[in-house]
């Protein structure tokens, strides 16, 4: 099922390694890259990007292994760290013709930013992070029966083999679980969009179970490192969250501060897929985020 973000133009641009990634771009002026989450594709930021794209130029990207980008095999842990995945929205802002860009993710594209922002500074102008920790203190507050909210992050985790073959025997039923389960509003994500992100994520079980095994592993060495290296995101950053904190037991602001010293922690009601439940309030926070 092929849908797109009305009035946007569609290219797929070769980034790292001879990865290609499909992405829309509209608008013009100051560039703002919007990268989406789990289990969705680039659409989800279709209302955010069409009002963005008013006045700036808006690159809404599918992640390596994900809706119609290019699902490389996981030959090593590299392949789909977040680092990678960084690296590959630098260099495709940088085909585009942007060096310097203010950029925002949703949940897994979230991770992926906020990679970019420790390993990029200079190309990061501003960041905008939605319903996500870093890989670092996710890991850290799961615990307890609580953990069972992240069962997908445990199973995912596992070596090769069992969780693709699991997965893939019941990829609709998987996948769409946790659009029914993390959505406040069933009507936001209409039938033909949930069609397409199931459609997409049943092509790419493989390369989303190494997204996600990545981050049990090489992802969780590089925040090690950069927390004992005391590296912080040195740009404006803004971040939009459920109150997980109060139910998990843990200070959710507390936790973003200590990685983004210049941080507004705004929590939100609107469910996980807020930039489709919610999006006045996600475009209100960008917009604010692009003054500071």
Not at 39 to 63: E, G, K, S, Y
Not at 162 to 186: H, K, N, R, T
Not at 264 to 290: C, W, Y
Request: proline share 6%; hydrophobic share 50%.
């Amino acid at each position: 099922m092929t849908l797109a973000i009305p009035g946007f133009d569609y290219q797929s641009v070769p980034v790292v390694d001879g990865v290609r990634l499909n992405v829309a771009v509209g608008g013009s002026g100051s560039p703002i890259v919007l990268l989406h989450g789990f289990p969705q594709t680039h659409l989800m930021w279709r209302h955010v990007a069409a009002d963005l794209a008013a006045d700036h130029t808006v690159i809404v990207p599918d992640l390596r292994g994900y809706g119609a980008s290019d699902k490389p095999a996981e030959t090593g842990p590299d392949v789909y760290s977040k680092r990678t995945m960084a690296a590959d929205v630098v260099a495709l802002a940088g085909m585009l013709g942007f060096d310097r860009f203010a950029l925002a993710g949703h949940d897994r594209g979230a991770l992926v930013a906020v990679r970019a922002g420790l390993d990029h500074p200079a190309a990061i102008t501003h960041l905008a992070i939605l319903d996500v920790l870093p890989t670092l203190d996710m890991w850290d507050v799961l615990h307890g029966a609580g953990a069972a909210v992240g069962f997908h992050l445990y199973l995912m985790a596992q070596p090769p083999g069992l969780p693709e073959q699991m997965i893939a025997a019941s990829a609709d039923a998987f996948f769409g679980y946790f659009l029914d389960q993390w959505g406040a509003d069933p009507q936001a994500v209409p039938a033909d969009v949930r069609a397409a992100y199931l459609e997409a994520c049943r092509a790419a079980v493989p390369s989303i179970v190494a997204d996600y095994r990545a981050s049990a592993g090489i992802d969780l060495v590089h925040d090690q490192a950069d927390r004992a290296a005391g590296n912080q995101l040195a740009m404006p950053v803004t971040v939009l969250q459920q109150d997980w904190g109060a139910a998990l037991g843990y200070d959710a602001a507390g936790l973003w501060r200590a990685w983004a010293p210049d941080l507004r922690h705004l929590t939100v009601n609107s469910g996980h897929f807020m930039a489709e439940q919610d999006p006045a309030t996600v475009i209100k926070a960008l917009r604010d985020l692009l003054t500071r």
